[in-house]
């Protein structure tokens, strides 16, 4: 195989992907990479292979026997320039699944640019190939047209948002990645200051402190594409590093925030998928959506909703209720539709998950032939399985199913884990349809047990709801934020806050969080200084892109939709990252490990 030399006449003069009708009859330049070779009937053809899709390329030995006995040498995954003639393909060779599928090419010339190794995975079908050998080489990969649209997709939502914020007067500010420990609540990345032996910058978990400093400084309307970095074990679908469409507002209150996205998402899923999402976006408080879908980020295509049943066992002599109801707790329950149809095994599954969910029990009710059914039926009193049957319009093949609890939310929360489970095992999520909402009026802070404190919900600088304010000193529990989220079909897409712009409301906040003033000084100090410059009020939101592209394009997993991801553990199977580094960088940094550390020992 002879290489050749990519000179000018080698210029593509169209796309693999591009080839029409309308190129009939004409000469033309292709660039690209030979995706497969098929030698048939002594003719070679070749599928050439750019980002915008394939073209047949015919090698006829009775027009170039030179040319022909080159195309022999192609192998998967050579780069290639081609020149040659459109051509209709002969009547019955036709392949309609490529849009250039009634044409080829047949070639007059060709220079080869570069030969392949046998790639390790097949690049049309990589359903079946194991994740890590994908992301080992994540340069094949993204040759897939799978993550040549997931990539583009994300280039075209990060260009709407751009336009979308810049048309409306944000500016976009770039904030440090070498900066002090942000407030998220995660782990920080450190990195070690060689300047100033012994002390560490953080990587920011958002740009959270730095936006709102820029309203201090009367930036007004701000935005950033930003990477965060949180160092937390990673549970399901998480990145240690991921990005954010990050915005802040001076001068605003809620309304704003949430006119402001409600218009962006509107706009950037009719412009990106053409679908019409319609406004305005649903509302509910954390109180009902916790009540009713169990989850404080309910997936709406789900038509099931949690009951309270509390009323209707409020004389109940079945002493499971009777304790749980002496306690003060709550008797909650979620009617399944169709529940009927799972076997017993699947109640049983069903109940065991509930269980490991903290449930003490989860008691199920299939409705039959007019009535109750299951083993509580014989506990009830007519009177109550009939209010049962009235107030949740129970159906033959219905299937109730209770949980009573001492706490509210548990209860819920509960339902709420099993109202996902029965949904997809029933195939009753509206799978096509879109379905966001806003979740607002969280309650500022909550109960750390561990830490033996209260935590904040979104971050300390999130304010107070101005009539909760004089709760904040004594039943902190009560003190609702005035943050918001917003999620979509069942994932939390953002979320922000409008956020205290008041020094002296701030330093209370950190009492109430048991944050020294001496700790608050260290940690905050700048921003506690820069708010008692004048201030102006202000709020804004983070939305994660990760995510939200990930909905987008329909993918399972933010590692679709992000160039080069980390695994689960954190590393880069490409570059191999995390990794050694040499001895005499660490003695600059005045680093020593400890030798436990030196083999890389596995701490997970
Ligand atoms: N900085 C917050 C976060 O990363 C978002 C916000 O409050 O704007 O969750």
Known sequence: MKKGIFEERWRRTKYCGHVRGTDEGENIVLNGWVRRRRDLGGLIFIELWDHTGLVQVVFNPEEDPNLHE??????????????????RRPEGTENPSLETGEWEVIAEEMVILSSAELPPFDLWDTDKVYENLRLQYRYLDIRRSQMQEALRLRSAVASFTRNFLG?????????????????????????????????????????????????VGGVDRYYQIAKCFRDEDLRADRQPEFTQIDIEMSFITEEDVIELI??????????????????????????EAIERFGSDKPDLRIPLEIKDLTPIFSSTSFVPFVKVLEGGGTI???????GGELSRKELAELEDYAKELGAKGMVPCPFKEQNMKGPLAKKLSD??????????????????LIVADTDFKKACEILGQIRIKVANRLGLIEEDSWKVLWVTDFPLLEWDEEEGRWVSIHHPFTAPKNEDLELLPKDPGKVRSRAYDIVLNGNEIGGGSIRIHDAGVQRMLFEALSITPE?????????????????????????GLDRLVMLLGKKKSIREVIAFPKTQRGQCLMTGAPSDVEESQLEELFIKLKEEAKDGADVC
């Not at 909650?332 to 169709?338: A, E």
């Not at 700048?526 to 939101?541: K, Q």
């Open 383 to 400: 009177e109550e399985k009939h209010n049962l049957v009235e107030q949740l319009h129970m159906k033959d093949g219905d299937l109730l």
């Open 332 to 338: 909650r329950g979620l009617l399944v539709p169709g």
């Open 262 to 287: 409600e218009e962006y998402m509107v706009g950037l899923f009719e412009a990106v998928i053409g679908v019409a999402l319609e406004r305005p976006f649903v509302r509910l408080s954390y109180k």
């Open 519 to 543: 700790k608050a000084k260290e940690r905050f100090g700048f921003l506690l200084e820069a708010l008692s410059y004048g201030t102006p009020p202000h709020g804004g939101i983070a939305l």
């Open 167 to 215: 048309a409306r007067g944000f500016i976009e500010v770039e904030t440090p990645m070498l900066t002090k420990s942000t407030p998220e609540g995660a782990r920080d990345f450190l990195v070690p200051s060689r300047l100033a032996p012994g002390k560490f910058y953080a990587l920011p978990q958002s740009p959270q402190l730095f936006k709102q400093i820029l309203m």
């Open 70 to 87: 080159e195309a022999k040498s192609l192998r998967s995954e050579y780069v290639v320039a081609i020149k040659g003639k459109v051509r």
